[in-house]
Protein backbone atom coordinates (compact mmCIF):
# COMPACT_ATOMS: atom_id res chain seq x y z
CA UNK A 1 0.00 0.00 0.00
CA UNK A 2 2.99 2.13 1.05
CA UNK A 3 4.70 1.61 -2.05
CA UNK A 4 1.57 2.26 -4.03
CA UNK A 5 1.03 5.57 -2.01
CA UNK A 6 4.50 6.60 -3.27
CA UNK A 7 3.87 6.07 -6.77
CA UNK A 8 1.02 7.91 -6.96
CA UNK A 9 2.39 10.60 -5.19
CA UNK A 10 5.37 10.98 -7.62
CA UNK A 11 3.13 10.99 -10.52
CA UNK A 12 0.90 13.84 -9.12
CA UNK A 13 -2.29 12.30 -8.49
CA UNK A 14 -2.44 12.72 -4.32
CA UNK A 15 -0.81 16.04 -3.83
CA UNK A 16 -3.20 18.66 -3.12
CA UNK A 17 -2.42 20.90 -6.32
CA UNK A 18 -2.42 17.42 -7.98
CA UNK A 19 -5.83 16.32 -7.16
CA UNK A 20 -6.53 20.00 -8.29
CA UNK A 21 -5.78 19.84 -11.24
CA UNK A 22 -7.23 16.77 -11.95
CA UNK A 23 -10.83 18.12 -10.72
CA UNK A 24 -10.51 21.02 -12.49
CA UNK A 25 -9.37 19.26 -15.85
CA UNK A 26 -12.37 16.78 -14.94
CA UNK A 27 -14.70 19.67 -14.46
CA UNK A 28 -13.39 21.47 -17.85
CA UNK A 29 -13.27 18.63 -20.64
CA UNK A 30 -15.41 15.93 -19.07
CA UNK A 31 -14.88 12.79 -18.94
CA UNK A 32 -12.18 11.44 -22.32
CA UNK A 33 -9.00 11.83 -23.38
CA UNK A 34 -8.60 15.55 -23.30
CA UNK A 35 -8.96 15.58 -19.62
CA UNK A 36 -5.43 13.63 -19.21
CA UNK A 37 -4.04 16.14 -21.84
CA UNK A 38 -4.51 18.87 -20.01
CA UNK A 39 -3.84 17.52 -16.55
CA UNK A 40 -0.49 16.31 -18.14
CA UNK A 41 0.09 19.73 -19.43
CA UNK A 42 -0.90 21.61 -16.11
CA UNK A 43 1.95 19.34 -14.02
CA UNK A 44 4.68 19.40 -16.87
CA UNK A 45 4.16 21.89 -19.11
CA UNK A 46 7.30 22.20 -20.47
CA UNK A 47 8.15 18.44 -21.01
CA UNK A 48 8.60 16.71 -23.97
CA UNK A 49 4.89 15.10 -24.58
CA UNK A 50 5.25 13.17 -27.97
CA UNK A 51 8.35 12.36 -30.24
CA UNK A 52 8.21 10.63 -33.63
CA UNK A 53 9.81 11.31 -36.73
CA UNK A 54 8.91 14.67 -36.94
CA UNK A 55 10.13 15.75 -33.72
CA UNK A 56 9.05 16.60 -30.95
CA UNK A 57 5.90 18.79 -28.84
CA UNK A 58 6.02 19.45 -25.38
CA UNK A 59 2.57 18.94 -22.92
CA UNK A 60 1.81 22.58 -23.57
CA UNK A 61 2.16 22.71 -27.53
CA UNK A 62 0.54 19.06 -27.59
CA UNK A 63 -2.71 20.33 -25.36
CA UNK A 64 -2.98 23.96 -27.60
CA UNK A 65 -2.90 22.02 -31.04
CA UNK A 66 -5.31 19.61 -29.48
CA UNK A 67 -7.79 21.73 -28.50
CA UNK A 68 -7.21 23.62 -31.98
CA UNK A 69 -7.50 20.86 -34.09
CA UNK A 70 -11.13 19.73 -31.92
CA UNK A 71 -12.62 23.43 -32.90
CA UNK A 72 -11.18 22.79 -36.69
CA UNK A 73 -12.49 19.35 -36.78
CA UNK A 74 -16.29 20.79 -35.65
CA UNK A 75 -16.48 24.02 -37.49
CA UNK A 76 -14.98 22.86 -40.61
CA UNK A 77 -15.96 19.09 -40.59
CA UNK A 78 -19.00 19.27 -38.79
CA UNK A 79 -17.99 16.16 -35.65
CA UNK A 80 -19.62 16.29 -32.60
CA UNK A 81 -21.27 13.79 -30.32
CA UNK A 82 -21.92 10.48 -31.88
CA UNK A 83 -20.24 11.34 -35.64
CA UNK A 84 -18.78 8.46 -36.88
CA UNK A 85 -14.50 8.66 -38.02
CA UNK A 86 -12.46 6.28 -39.19
CA UNK A 87 -9.12 6.33 -38.40
CA UNK A 88 -6.31 4.63 -40.86
CA UNK A 89 -2.83 5.60 -39.20
CA UNK A 90 0.13 4.30 -37.88
CA UNK A 91 1.94 5.37 -35.04
CA UNK A 92 2.62 8.83 -35.03
CA UNK A 93 1.95 12.62 -33.52
CA UNK A 94 -1.04 13.13 -35.61
CA UNK A 95 -2.73 10.08 -35.15
CA UNK A 96 -2.20 11.20 -31.04
CA UNK A 97 -4.20 15.20 -31.51
CA UNK A 98 -6.89 13.11 -33.46
CA UNK A 99 -7.78 10.58 -31.02
CA UNK A 100 -7.46 13.13 -28.12
CA UNK A 101 -9.60 15.86 -29.89
CA UNK A 102 -12.28 13.27 -31.44
CA UNK A 103 -12.76 12.22 -27.58
CA UNK A 104 -13.64 15.54 -26.44
CA UNK A 105 -15.98 15.89 -29.49
CA UNK A 106 -18.03 12.66 -28.43
CA UNK A 107 -17.21 11.13 -31.57
CA UNK A 108 -16.97 7.49 -32.62
CA UNK A 109 -13.98 6.62 -33.83
CA UNK A 110 -13.42 3.62 -36.13
CA UNK A 111 -9.22 2.48 -35.48
CA UNK A 112 -8.99 0.57 -38.37
CA UNK A 113 -6.00 -2.65 -38.22
CA UNK A 114 -3.72 -1.03 -40.45
CA UNK A 115 -1.97 -4.67 -41.00
CA UNK A 116 -5.37 -5.90 -42.67
CA UNK A 117 -5.51 -6.41 -46.76
CA UNK A 118 -6.09 -3.34 -48.98
CA UNK A 119 -9.49 -5.16 -50.73
CA UNK A 120 -10.52 -5.75 -46.67
CA UNK A 121 -9.70 -1.90 -45.68
CA UNK A 122 -12.09 -0.73 -48.98
CA UNK A 123 -14.88 -3.05 -48.47
CA UNK A 124 -15.32 -2.00 -44.19
CA UNK A 125 -15.04 2.06 -45.99
CA UNK A 126 -17.77 1.23 -48.23
CA UNK A 127 -19.86 -0.93 -45.37
CA UNK A 128 -20.20 1.73 -43.24
CA UNK A 129 -21.16 5.84 -43.68
CA UNK A 130 -18.22 7.57 -42.06
CA UNK A 131 -18.34 11.58 -41.65
CA UNK A 132 -14.89 11.74 -41.71
CA UNK A 133 -11.90 9.56 -42.56
CA UNK A 134 -8.51 10.13 -41.44
CA UNK A 135 -5.41 8.25 -43.10
CA UNK A 136 -1.34 8.31 -43.78
CA UNK A 137 -0.45 9.04 -47.51
CA UNK A 138 0.44 5.48 -47.92
CA UNK A 139 -3.29 4.76 -47.74
CA UNK A 140 -4.20 7.35 -50.71
CA UNK A 141 -5.10 4.18 -52.86
CA UNK A 142 -7.17 2.77 -50.77
CA UNK A 143 -9.82 5.33 -49.87
CA UNK A 144 -9.24 6.84 -53.71
CA UNK A 145 -10.33 3.33 -54.74
CA UNK A 146 -13.39 3.03 -52.35
CA UNK A 147 -17.00 4.08 -53.43
CA UNK A 148 -17.12 5.88 -50.35
CA UNK A 149 -17.72 10.33 -51.11
CA UNK A 150 -17.31 11.14 -47.24
CA UNK A 151 -15.02 13.95 -46.52
CA UNK A 152 -11.37 12.60 -45.71
CA UNK A 153 -8.23 14.57 -44.83
CA UNK A 154 -4.10 13.50 -44.50
CA UNK A 155 -2.60 12.68 -41.18
CA UNK A 156 0.07 14.73 -42.48
CA UNK A 157 1.08 16.78 -45.53
CA UNK A 158 3.24 19.87 -46.52
CA UNK A 159 0.72 20.52 -48.77
CA UNK A 160 -2.64 19.61 -48.65
CA UNK A 161 -5.13 19.78 -45.41
CA UNK A 162 -4.33 17.30 -42.89
CA UNK A 163 -4.63 17.15 -39.15
CA UNK A 164 -0.84 18.97 -38.47
CA UNK A 165 -2.39 21.89 -40.34
CA UNK A 166 -5.84 21.37 -39.10
CA UNK A 167 -4.27 21.48 -35.60
CA UNK A 168 -1.98 25.26 -36.11
CA UNK A 169 -5.30 27.25 -36.57
CA UNK A 170 -6.83 28.93 -34.45
CA UNK A 171 -10.74 29.00 -33.90
CA UNK A 172 -12.56 31.78 -31.62
CA UNK A 173 -15.78 30.08 -31.30
CA UNK A 174 -16.32 28.20 -28.66
CA UNK A 175 -16.03 23.71 -29.63
CA UNK A 176 -18.65 22.27 -27.57
CA UNK A 177 -17.53 19.33 -26.18
CA UNK A 178 -19.48 15.47 -26.35
CA UNK A 179 -20.47 12.96 -24.17
CA UNK A 180 -20.15 9.88 -26.05
CA UNK A 181 -16.90 9.36 -27.55
CA UNK A 182 -15.96 5.41 -28.04
CA UNK A 183 -13.63 3.75 -29.60
CA UNK A 184 -14.03 0.81 -32.23
CA UNK A 185 -11.17 -1.52 -33.00
CA UNK A 186 -12.06 -2.74 -36.42
CA UNK A 187 -9.36 -5.91 -36.50
CA UNK A 188 -10.73 -7.58 -39.81
CA UNK A 189 -13.94 -7.90 -41.86
CA UNK A 190 -15.49 -10.31 -39.39
CA UNK A 191 -14.22 -8.94 -36.17
CA UNK A 192 -14.45 -5.59 -34.44
CA UNK A 193 -15.51 -4.19 -30.70
CA UNK A 194 -16.01 -1.19 -28.77
CA UNK A 195 -14.43 0.40 -25.91
CA UNK A 196 -14.72 3.19 -23.60
CA UNK A 197 -11.78 5.47 -22.68
CA UNK A 198 -11.96 4.30 -19.54
CA UNK A 199 -11.04 0.91 -20.18
CA UNK A 200 -7.50 1.29 -21.13
CA UNK A 201 -6.85 2.29 -17.19
CA UNK A 202 -7.33 -0.77 -15.84
CA UNK A 203 -3.57 -1.53 -15.48
CA UNK A 204 -2.49 1.82 -14.20
CA UNK A 205 -2.46 0.83 -10.56
CA UNK A 206 -0.95 -2.29 -11.09
CA UNK A 207 1.58 -1.10 -13.26
CA UNK A 208 2.47 1.78 -10.80
CA UNK A 209 2.61 -0.71 -7.79
CA UNK A 210 4.71 -3.41 -9.04
CA UNK A 211 6.75 -1.92 -11.93
CA UNK A 212 7.18 1.63 -10.44
CA UNK A 213 6.89 3.27 -13.50
CA UNK A 214 6.28 7.09 -11.75
CA UNK A 215 10.06 7.21 -11.43
CA UNK A 216 10.96 6.60 -15.26
CA UNK A 217 10.14 9.95 -17.30
CA UNK A 218 10.22 8.47 -20.75
CA UNK A 219 8.32 4.98 -22.92
CA UNK A 220 8.24 3.63 -26.27
CA UNK A 221 4.84 2.05 -27.61
CA UNK A 222 6.71 -0.69 -29.71
CA UNK A 223 3.16 -1.78 -30.34
CA UNK A 224 0.12 -0.05 -33.24
CA UNK A 225 -2.27 1.98 -31.31
CA UNK A 226 -4.75 0.93 -33.48
CA UNK A 227 -5.05 -2.13 -31.91
CA UNK A 228 -5.89 -2.20 -27.60
CA UNK A 229 -2.55 -3.88 -26.90
CA UNK A 230 -0.92 -0.14 -27.95
CA UNK A 231 -3.61 2.38 -27.35
CA UNK A 232 -3.84 0.51 -23.43
CA UNK A 233 0.08 1.56 -23.45
CA UNK A 234 -0.80 5.19 -25.03
CA UNK A 235 -3.57 6.12 -22.57
CA UNK A 236 -1.42 5.11 -19.62
CA UNK A 237 1.93 6.76 -20.34
CA UNK A 238 -0.02 9.93 -21.06
CA UNK A 239 -1.89 9.84 -17.96
CA UNK A 240 1.90 9.41 -16.05
CA UNK A 241 2.85 12.65 -18.34
CA UNK A 242 5.57 10.41 -19.98
CA UNK A 243 7.68 11.52 -22.66
CA UNK A 244 5.55 9.09 -25.44
CA UNK A 245 8.49 7.77 -28.26
CA UNK A 246 6.59 6.56 -31.24
CA UNK A 247 7.82 4.88 -35.01
CA UNK A 248 5.40 4.76 -38.05
CA UNK A 249 7.48 1.24 -38.68
CA UNK A 250 7.53 -0.90 -36.16
CA UNK A 251 10.67 -3.65 -36.83
CA UNK A 252 13.31 -4.59 -34.76
CA UNK A 253 16.41 -2.26 -36.22
CA UNK A 254 14.44 0.85 -36.07
CA UNK A 255 13.26 -0.26 -32.56
CA UNK A 256 16.61 -0.55 -31.08
CA UNK A 257 17.84 2.53 -32.88
CA UNK A 258 15.00 4.50 -30.98
CA UNK A 259 15.81 3.11 -27.66
CA UNK A 260 19.01 4.10 -27.75
CA UNK A 261 18.90 7.76 -29.47
CA UNK A 262 15.66 8.67 -27.05
CA UNK A 263 17.29 7.37 -24.24
CA UNK A 264 14.16 5.23 -23.51
CA UNK A 265 13.29 3.58 -19.94
CA UNK A 266 9.93 2.01 -20.31
CA UNK A 267 9.24 -0.20 -23.51
CA UNK A 268 6.01 -1.63 -24.35
CA UNK A 269 7.27 -4.66 -27.30
CA UNK A 270 5.75 -7.91 -28.47
CA UNK A 271 7.46 -11.25 -28.10
CA UNK A 272 8.09 -10.94 -31.99
CA UNK A 273 9.95 -7.73 -31.53
CA UNK A 274 11.50 -8.55 -28.47
CA UNK A 275 13.52 -11.82 -29.15
CA UNK A 276 15.09 -9.82 -32.24
CA UNK A 277 16.70 -7.00 -30.24
CA UNK A 278 17.94 -9.28 -27.74
CA UNK A 279 19.53 -11.18 -30.18
CA UNK A 280 22.40 -9.08 -31.32
CA UNK A 281 24.30 -6.73 -28.68
CA UNK A 282 23.44 -4.98 -26.19
CA UNK A 283 24.13 -1.06 -26.52
CA UNK A 284 20.89 -0.22 -28.08
CA UNK A 285 19.19 -1.30 -24.42
CA UNK A 286 21.32 0.19 -21.66
CA UNK A 287 18.59 2.96 -21.08
CA UNK A 288 15.65 0.30 -19.99
CA UNK A 289 14.66 -0.04 -17.00
CA UNK A 290 11.28 -2.10 -17.62
CA UNK A 291 10.57 -3.67 -20.11
CA UNK A 292 6.58 -4.57 -20.78
CA UNK A 293 5.68 -7.60 -23.46
CA UNK A 294 2.35 -7.23 -24.68
CA UNK A 295 0.28 -8.89 -27.55
CA UNK A 296 0.93 -12.59 -26.31
CA UNK A 297 1.80 -15.04 -24.39
CA UNK A 298 5.88 -15.57 -23.59
CA UNK A 299 7.79 -18.56 -24.01
CA UNK A 300 10.32 -19.59 -21.66
CA UNK A 301 13.45 -19.31 -23.53
CA UNK A 302 12.61 -16.08 -24.73
CA UNK A 303 11.92 -15.37 -20.87
CA UNK A 304 15.22 -16.24 -20.32
CA UNK A 305 17.39 -14.71 -23.36
CA UNK A 306 15.80 -11.91 -22.36
CA UNK A 307 16.83 -11.69 -18.50
CA UNK A 308 20.69 -12.73 -19.14
CA UNK A 309 20.71 -10.02 -22.02
CA UNK A 310 18.95 -7.09 -20.18
CA UNK A 311 19.08 -8.16 -16.30
CA UNK A 312 15.73 -8.76 -14.40
CA UNK A 313 13.67 -5.91 -16.47
CA UNK A 314 11.15 -7.96 -17.76
CA UNK A 315 7.62 -7.84 -17.23
CA UNK A 316 4.75 -9.61 -19.48
CA UNK A 317 0.75 -8.02 -19.36
CA UNK A 318 -1.56 -10.62 -20.78
CA UNK A 319 -5.32 -9.92 -21.14
CA UNK A 320 -7.17 -10.23 -24.59
CA UNK A 321 -9.57 -7.36 -26.92
CA UNK A 322 -12.68 -8.16 -24.72
CA UNK A 323 -11.60 -8.25 -21.05
CA UNK A 324 -8.38 -6.10 -21.63
CA UNK A 325 -4.94 -6.75 -19.56
CA UNK A 326 -6.04 -8.67 -16.35
CA UNK A 327 -2.71 -10.65 -16.23
CA UNK A 328 0.84 -9.58 -14.84
CA UNK A 329 3.91 -11.49 -14.42
CA UNK A 330 6.59 -8.69 -12.48
CA UNK A 331 10.24 -9.26 -13.20
CA UNK A 332 10.38 -11.36 -9.89
CA UNK A 333 7.53 -13.50 -11.08
CA UNK A 334 9.09 -14.48 -14.51
CA UNK A 335 12.76 -14.78 -12.90
CA UNK A 336 10.96 -17.69 -10.68
CA UNK A 337 8.79 -19.29 -12.96
CA UNK A 338 9.78 -18.26 -16.15
CA UNK A 339 7.06 -20.03 -18.02
CA UNK A 340 3.77 -18.06 -15.86
CA UNK A 341 1.26 -15.14 -16.94
CA UNK A 342 1.48 -13.64 -13.72
CA UNK A 343 -1.36 -13.02 -11.32
CA UNK A 344 -4.93 -11.46 -11.77
CA UNK A 345 -4.31 -7.87 -11.62
CA UNK A 346 -6.91 -5.51 -9.12
CA UNK A 347 -10.14 -5.58 -10.21
CA UNK A 348 -10.12 -8.74 -11.94
CA UNK A 349 -10.46 -12.38 -10.63
CA UNK A 350 -9.41 -15.87 -12.44
CA UNK A 351 -10.88 -19.41 -12.83
CA UNK A 352 -10.17 -22.65 -14.42
CA UNK A 353 -13.16 -24.84 -15.31
CA UNK A 354 -13.46 -28.10 -17.26
CA UNK A 355 -16.11 -28.45 -19.79
CA UNK A 356 -19.14 -28.26 -17.80
CA UNK A 357 -18.29 -24.94 -16.35
CA UNK A 358 -17.08 -26.76 -12.88
CA UNK A 359 -13.80 -24.85 -11.17
CA UNK A 360 -11.18 -27.17 -11.32
CA UNK A 361 -8.27 -27.72 -8.69
CA UNK A 362 -4.64 -26.84 -8.82
CA UNK A 363 -2.82 -27.63 -11.02
CA UNK A 364 -5.57 -29.29 -13.35
CA UNK A 365 -5.86 -27.94 -17.03
CA UNK A 366 -8.85 -25.99 -18.29
CA UNK A 367 -10.64 -22.83 -19.73
CA UNK A 368 -9.37 -20.15 -18.16
CA UNK A 369 -12.07 -17.39 -17.02
CA UNK A 370 -11.30 -13.59 -15.97
CA UNK A 371 -14.18 -11.77 -13.58
CA UNK A 372 -14.44 -7.89 -13.33
CA UNK A 373 -17.60 -5.95 -12.22
CA UNK A 374 -18.86 -9.27 -11.07
CA UNK A 375 -19.22 -10.77 -14.57
CA UNK A 376 -17.28 -13.87 -15.62
CA UNK A 377 -16.54 -13.69 -19.38
CA UNK A 378 -13.75 -17.02 -21.31
CA UNK A 379 -10.42 -15.62 -22.13
CA UNK A 380 -10.20 -18.32 -24.69
CA UNK A 381 -7.40 -19.70 -23.36
CA UNK A 382 -6.21 -23.33 -21.48
CA UNK A 383 -4.24 -22.46 -18.20
CA UNK A 384 -3.56 -23.89 -14.97
CA UNK A 385 -3.07 -22.34 -11.68
CA UNK A 386 -0.38 -23.59 -9.38
CA UNK A 387 -0.96 -23.24 -5.72
CA UNK A 388 0.51 -19.78 -4.87
CA UNK A 389 -1.99 -17.92 -7.43
CA UNK A 390 0.04 -18.21 -10.50
CA UNK A 391 -1.48 -18.63 -14.25
CA UNK A 392 0.04 -20.59 -16.65
CA UNK A 393 -1.07 -20.65 -20.28
CA UNK A 394 -1.01 -23.80 -21.89
CA UNK A 395 -2.26 -22.47 -25.01
CA UNK A 396 -5.43 -21.45 -27.08
CA UNK A 397 -8.80 -23.19 -27.55
CA UNK A 398 -8.08 -24.19 -31.08
CA UNK A 399 -4.86 -25.05 -30.14
CA UNK A 400 -6.28 -28.31 -29.09
CA UNK A 401 -6.19 -31.27 -31.25
CA UNK A 402 -7.31 -35.00 -31.02
CA UNK A 403 -4.45 -37.71 -31.74
CA UNK A 404 -5.50 -41.32 -31.62
CA UNK A 405 -8.14 -39.97 -28.79
CA UNK A 406 -5.98 -38.35 -27.08
CA UNK A 407 -5.90 -34.43 -26.39
CA UNK A 408 -2.79 -32.84 -27.19
CA UNK A 409 -2.02 -29.18 -26.88
CA UNK A 410 0.34 -27.82 -29.86
CA UNK A 411 1.90 -25.02 -27.73
CA UNK A 412 3.57 -28.01 -25.43
CA UNK A 413 5.31 -29.27 -29.00
CA UNK A 414 6.47 -25.72 -29.66
CA UNK A 415 8.20 -25.20 -26.15
CA UNK A 416 10.06 -28.32 -26.54
CA UNK A 417 11.09 -27.40 -30.65
CA UNK A 418 12.28 -23.68 -29.22
CA UNK A 419 14.67 -25.83 -27.26
CA UNK A 420 16.10 -26.76 -29.37
CA UNK A 421 20.01 -24.76 -30.34
CA UNK A 422 19.67 -24.68 -33.75
CA UNK A 423 16.04 -23.43 -33.72
CA UNK A 424 15.07 -19.80 -33.67
CA UNK A 425 10.97 -20.03 -34.19
CA UNK A 426 8.75 -23.06 -34.27
CA UNK A 427 4.63 -22.97 -34.58
CA UNK A 428 2.83 -26.45 -35.03
CA UNK A 429 -0.60 -26.92 -36.30
CA UNK A 430 -2.53 -29.82 -36.38
CA UNK A 431 -3.79 -31.62 -39.83
CA UNK A 432 -6.37 -34.13 -40.61
CA UNK A 433 -4.92 -37.62 -40.57
CA UNK A 434 -6.90 -40.95 -41.80
CA UNK A 435 -5.23 -43.33 -39.43
CA UNK A 436 -5.38 -41.12 -36.07
CA UNK A 437 -8.05 -38.53 -36.56
CA UNK A 438 -4.97 -35.74 -36.66
CA UNK A 439 -1.36 -34.92 -36.68
CA UNK A 440 0.93 -32.78 -36.03
CA UNK A 441 2.32 -30.03 -39.29
CA UNK A 442 5.68 -28.04 -37.67
CA UNK A 443 6.82 -25.10 -39.30
CA UNK A 444 10.73 -24.59 -38.65
CA UNK A 445 12.81 -21.62 -38.88
CA UNK A 446 16.31 -21.54 -38.63
CA UNK A 447 19.01 -19.57 -37.04
CA UNK A 448 21.42 -17.86 -39.00
CA UNK A 449 23.79 -20.06 -40.70
CA UNK A 450 22.74 -23.25 -39.05
CA UNK A 451 21.54 -26.34 -40.85
CA UNK A 452 19.22 -28.76 -39.64
CA UNK A 453 17.16 -31.65 -41.72
CA UNK A 454 14.41 -33.06 -41.05
CA UNK A 455 15.95 -36.42 -40.27
CA UNK A 456 18.12 -34.83 -37.49
CA UNK A 457 15.22 -33.05 -35.45
CA UNK A 458 13.44 -36.06 -35.71
CA UNK A 459 15.98 -37.88 -34.19
CA UNK A 460 16.62 -34.93 -31.21
CA UNK A 461 12.65 -35.26 -30.64
CA UNK A 462 12.80 -38.78 -30.01
CA UNK A 463 15.20 -38.00 -27.51
CA UNK A 464 13.85 -34.80 -26.00
CA UNK A 465 10.52 -35.22 -25.91
CA UNK A 466 9.62 -37.71 -23.52
CA UNK A 467 7.38 -39.94 -25.22
CA UNK A 468 5.13 -37.48 -26.54
CA UNK A 469 3.93 -37.76 -30.08
CA UNK A 470 5.99 -35.71 -32.66
CA UNK A 471 4.82 -34.15 -35.91
CA UNK A 472 4.67 -36.12 -38.55
CA UNK A 473 5.47 -33.42 -41.02
CA UNK A 474 7.59 -30.68 -41.10
CA UNK A 475 8.14 -27.22 -43.51
CA UNK A 476 11.29 -25.31 -42.84
CA UNK A 477 10.47 -21.78 -43.50
CA UNK A 478 13.02 -18.35 -43.45
CA UNK A 479 10.78 -16.93 -41.34
CA UNK A 480 7.67 -16.95 -39.49
CA UNK A 481 4.82 -14.92 -40.76
CA UNK A 482 3.51 -12.58 -38.05
CA UNK A 483 0.58 -10.21 -38.12
CA UNK A 484 0.09 -5.97 -37.61
CA UNK A 485 1.01 -6.78 -34.29
CA UNK A 486 3.94 -8.90 -34.37
CA UNK A 487 2.12 -12.35 -33.47
CA UNK A 488 2.50 -15.70 -34.97
CA UNK A 489 -0.20 -15.42 -37.88
CA UNK A 490 -1.31 -18.81 -38.17
CA UNK A 491 -4.13 -18.19 -40.65
CA UNK A 492 -1.34 -17.39 -42.95
CA UNK A 493 0.08 -20.68 -42.15
CA UNK A 494 -3.28 -22.57 -42.43
CA UNK A 495 -3.05 -21.53 -46.20
CA UNK A 496 0.09 -22.38 -46.26
CA UNK A 497 -1.02 -25.65 -46.18
CA UNK A 498 -4.46 -25.18 -48.37
CA UNK A 499 -2.30 -24.23 -51.08
CA UNK A 500 0.24 -27.04 -50.49
CA UNK A 501 -2.79 -29.52 -50.65
CA UNK A 502 -4.39 -27.91 -54.04
Request: glycine share 6%; aromatic share 8%.
Amino acid sequence: MFRLTGQLYRANFISPTGFFRLLSSFLLCGSNLMTILRFSSKVNPQKIAVNDNAGDLNFRELYKKTRQLAGSLQKDYNIRDRSKVAILCRNHCPLVKSLIALSYLGAEVHLFNTGMSDEDKKTLLDKDEYDLIIYDIEFWEVIENSFTDKPSVLSAHLTFESIDSLSDRTNKKRTKRGTNGRIYFIKSKKESFKKSHSFFLKPLFALLKHLELAKYPNAFIGTPICHHTGMTAFVNMLILGKKIALTKNIDAEITKTTLLKQKIQIAFLTPSVLSKITKNGTLELIYLKSIISVGSALNRRLVEETISCTGNKLANLYGNSDIGYSLLATPEDLKKHPETSGKSISGFHHKITDSNKRELETGEKGALWAETKKEWKPTGDIAYKDEDGYIFLCGKKEDLIIINNKKIYTSEMEEILLNHPKINQAVVIGIPDEGRGQCMKAFISIKKNAYLSQEMLQGWLEENAEGKDIPAIYEFLEGIPVDGLGRIDKQALQQLIFNSNL
